[in-house]
């Protein structure tokens, strides 16, 4: 081959791929040289040959047994159906619905039991002095003051507990409440 | 409602048919990818079972053949490379001796079995590259698309196959005749 500059462009102009500025040097040179002419003879005739292995026919036998064997293995697949995991697939109504019920749990389920539950609202104008009772003394009920850096009085110094009864609106409900008394030190 | 579409939505008789459309270019490529029959067999089931599996993770604006091409040109790299097998000049079969009414097509058909030959002593990019764009006939953009490639480098690669092929076809056709 004498012309070895232009073998690359050659093999590009056979395929149709050598750039539109390259195609005019190229057939030039070709003109006037016989070599380049037998090396692009050649290209083409291998270009030809190639594209009729894309013409070429299958056997159809060898055709048939992928296409059974691809579908055989997809049916015995554990996920059958449902394209993959993914979910676009047959799968996604399924997963949708878990995820919602999932959150909708997750968002209310209790965080945690309150410690004190009332059992009815009294409301002031209905609390009515009661007679004492056997037992302990009652007494009229004071807000506890609640005071910070108050030194905790022993134990001993603490009365019993005093009885507070509330009267509802219903009869048949009646509250009582056992409130412990203020340490006498205050 | 297009064949894409309702093979995402798991349609197995949506999936066949797009199988059935493109399984003899899958297992063509192959053949020539390989050049032998079972491993290119091998190499198209597995190109199914993985477009089985990766039904949703397609995108279905862009259709699925550039996706068929590059897998498939994955899987027989794979498999090539794990074989390795080898077709040297010892394995081209003799030419028959042909009847008068057919000579023209066997000897045509002997042709085409030496660029065959010549394609499997290629290099594996190479003849990736040439099978892609002279085979199937894909533009040089659609061949770097698939094999993930500048096309400066795909024009590289098929030009140099383009003259490594030139050589050994013509030594061998010179040879024969």
């Known amino acids: 081959m004498s012309c070895s500059k232009f073998e690359t462009d050659l093999a590009l102009y056979a395929g149709d791929d050598l750039p539109a500025g390259r195609v005019a040097r190229i057939e030039s040179h070709l003109a006037e040289c016989a070599d380049c002419r037998a090396l692009a003879q050649d290209l083409r005739a291998s270009q030809a040959l190639l594209s009729e292995l894309r013409d070429e026919p299958l056997d159809d036998a060898m055709v048939a047994q992928v296409h059974h064997r691809v579908l055989a293995e997809v049916k015995n697949t554990p996920w059958t159906w449902g394209a993959g995991f993914t979910p676009r697939g047959a799968l996604a109504p399924l997963l949708t619905l878990a995820a919602a019920l999932l959150l909708a749990v997750v968002l209310l389920w209790p965080r945690h039991q ?23 003394d009652i007494v009229p009920v004071r807000h506890r003051v609640v005071r910070r850096h108050m030194r905790p009085a022993p134990a001993a110094q603490v009365g019993p507990p005093l009885l507070v ?22 | 409602m297009t064949a894409w579409r309702r093979e995402n939505t798991g349609d197995l008789a949506a999936f066949e048919q797009i ?24 190499a198209a089931q597995e190109v199914f079972l993985r477009l089985y599996k990766h039904f949703g993770d397609l995108d279905e604006t862009r259709g699925y053949e550039p996706w068929l091409y590059r897998v498939t040109v994955n899987v027989c790299r794979d498999i090539a490379r794990g074989r390795r097998r080898s077709i040297g000049l010892a394995e081209v079969p003799d030419p ?29 990019k190479e003849r990736a590259a040439l099978v892609l764009r002279d085979v199937e006939g894909l533009s040089t953009r659609e061949v770097a698309g698939i094999l993930g490639s500048s096309e400066n480098t795909v024009r590289s690669q098929i030009c140099s196959a383009r003259l490594k092929l030139r050589d050994f076809t013509g030594r061998l056709l010179r040879r024969r005749s």
């Open chain 2, 19 to 42: 199988m059935s459309q493109s399984e003899r270019r899958v297992l063509r490529v192959a053949l020539r990818l390989l050049n032998n029959q079972q491993d290119a067999q091998d």
């Open chain 1, 165 to 186: 009864q509330f009267v509802t609106d219903d009869p048949n409900i009646v509250i009582y409440w056992l409130v412990d008394q203020k340490p006498q030190g205050d």
């Open chain 1, 114 to 136: 309150p410690k004190h539950v009332p059992v009815a609202r009294v409301e002031p104008a209905h609390v009515t002095p009661i007679a004492p009772m056997p037992g302990p």
């Open chain 2, 96 to 124: 028959v001796t042909p009847q008068p009414d057919a000579y023209h097509d066997a000897e045509r058909a002997q042709q085409r079995e030496i660029v065959r030959r010549g394609l499997s002593r290629l290099g594996e």
